[in-house]
């Protein structure tokens, strides 16, 4: 292999997997140059809680303190049914032998971006680079982009989402596959979640059947992430009245449905909720599959950016430690795929009244 130095690596994305990928990178002496279509990155609102392998990733890139300062600890989720009676509360669960380990840290999508995006050096985020083809000559790949530039590279990292044109091209081509539920996110005050927002940085989750609506405490911003899941028709941008809205949130308690209606109804953000079948191959010797590109999976297990996080770090983690690139891409592949695909399985269960745990993950894991 070309010295760590001397490799030409194209990040395909400045997603929370590309950025994430790019800092793991650089945290390991290993430049990468990370290309973006959108002319400027963004996120949109809503909350995700960092787990404790993805804090250890910031403690690796040194930037633990500054998801500190942008996030909060919680200890608890909780499930509640439509007629606001408790059903579980659980602490977060311990997946390893280190006890301590029994915390998710919530932060909101924008800030975890900005956090990230923030350590990649200056002249390594190219945006406004939409790539229209990669072409695998074996040992390196060419990049082409639709503004009429080409590069070359001896590692591309595809990090491109869900509908990952690069994926589609160099691989398998796959679709995202409809869960039959919308995602409606928005952001509200702390006040306005009319008691329905714990103040003790519990996640809580309303369910009335396989529906769901978050409540995810962002104290450092004194707002509250809600996120409600509801069935609805395939649409990658739904046009849905305040109306529809409330209808389909008739099994929720009044108070749950009132904080939606005193929302600002254009303030909430819908997306229908989609993922991917397992895809067998995620690596060639040169291009690899990282974060939704390879296994996008359903919020339900609020796994999918924390994935494609350790994904940026084990795939640093791989070329830091081989000869080749061929042969990282294939410790990291085989690293990541079965815990990766394990939570797109986990993730197709939704919160019921009927849950036991608000992880089922725990069965897979030796608890501590
Ligand atoms: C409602 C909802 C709630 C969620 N909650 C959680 C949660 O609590 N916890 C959690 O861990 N995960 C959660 N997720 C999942 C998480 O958001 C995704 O898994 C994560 O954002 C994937 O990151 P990514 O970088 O792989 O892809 P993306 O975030 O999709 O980024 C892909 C990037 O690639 C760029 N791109 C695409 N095509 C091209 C191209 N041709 N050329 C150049 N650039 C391109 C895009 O513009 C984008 O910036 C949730 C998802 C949803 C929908």
């Given at each position: 292999m070309k010295t760590k130095n001397d490799l030409r690596i194209a990040i395909i994305g400045g997603g929370i997997g590309g950025a994430s990928a790019a800092v793991a990178l650089n945290a390991k002496g290993i430049r990468a140059d990370v290309y973006e279509q959108a002319p400027e990155l963004g996120e949109v609102g809503a909350g995700v809680g960092v787990r404790p392998p993805t804090v250890r990733c910031f403690k690796e890139w040194g930037l633990f303190e500054s998801l500190e300062k942008v996030s909060t600890l919680s200890k608890h989720m909780e499930i509640i049914a439509g007629d606001d009676h408790l059903l579980i509360k659980e602490a977060w669960p311990v997946l390893t032998d280190d006890t301590s380990e029994a915390f998710a840290r919530l932060i909101h999508r924008a800030d975890l971006l900005d956090t990230i995006v923030g350590a990649i050096p200056e002249g390594q985020l190219h945006l406004d680079h939409r790539c229209e083809a990669v072409i695998d000559?074996?040992?390196?790949?060419?990049?082409?982009?639709?503004?009429?530039?080409?590069?070359?590279?001896?590692?591309?990292?595809?990090?491109?989402?869900?509908?990952?044109?690069?994926?589609?091209?160099?691989?398998?081509?796959?679709?995202?596959?409809?869960?039959?539920?919308?995602?409606?996110?928005?952001?509200?005050?702390?006040?306005?979640?009319?008691?329905?927002?714990?103040?003790?940085?519990?996640?809580?989750?309303?369910?009335?059947?396989?529906?769901?609506?978050?409540?995810?405490?962002?104290?450092?911003?004194?707002?509250?992430?809600?996120?409600?899941?509801?069935?609805?028709?395939?649409?990658?941008?739904?046009?849905?009245?305040?109306?529809?809205?409330?209808?389909?949130?008739?099994?929720?308690?009044?108070?749950?449905?009132?904080?939606?209606?005193?929302?600002?109804?254009?303030?909430?953000?819908?997306?229908?909720?989609?993922?991917?079948?397992?895809?067998?191959?995620?690596?060639?010797?040169?291009?690899?599959?990282?974060?939704?590109?390879?296994?996008?999976?359903?919020?339900?297990?609020?796994?999918?950016?924390?994935?494609?996080?350790?994904?940026?770090?084990?795939?640093?983690k791989a070329l830091a430690e081989s000869d080749s690139v061929a042969e990282a891409l294939q410790k990291y592949e085989e690293a990541r795929k079965p815990i990766a695909q394990l939570y797109q399985k986990l993730s197709r269960m939704f919160p019921t009244e009927q849950a036991e745990t608000a992880f089922p993950e725990k069965a897979h894991f030796s608890e501590a």
């Open positions: 000559h074996g040992d390196y790949a060419e990049v082409k982009f639709a503004n009429g530039k080409t590069i070359e590279a001896d590692l591309v990292i595809a990090a491109d989402g869900i509908r990952s044109p690069v994926r589609n091209s160099v691989f398998e081509s796959v679709q995202p596959v409809f869960s039959g539920y919308l995602a409606h996110r928005v952001l509200i005050n702390t006040e306005e979640s009319l008691g329905m927002a714990s103040d003790e940085n519990i996640l809580r989750i309303y369910v009335d059947g396989d529906n769901s609506c978050y409540f995810l405490p962002l104290h450092n911003r004194n707002q509250i992430s809600v996120d409600v899941t509801v069935p609805g028709k395939f649409e990658w941008r739904p046009e849905i009245t305040q109306q529809d809205l409330l209808e389909s949130m008739q099994g929720f308690g009044p108070t749950v449905r009132k904080v939606i209606e005193n929302t600002k109804f254009e303030d909430i953000v819908s997306r229908p909720l989609c993922d991917l079948e397992p895809i067998d191959k995620w690596t060639t010797n040169t291009v690899a599959l990282i974060g939704d590109a390879a296994h996008a999976m359903l919020h339900n297990q609020g796994q999918g950016a924390n994935m494609a996080m350790q994904d940026g770090e084990a795939l640093a």
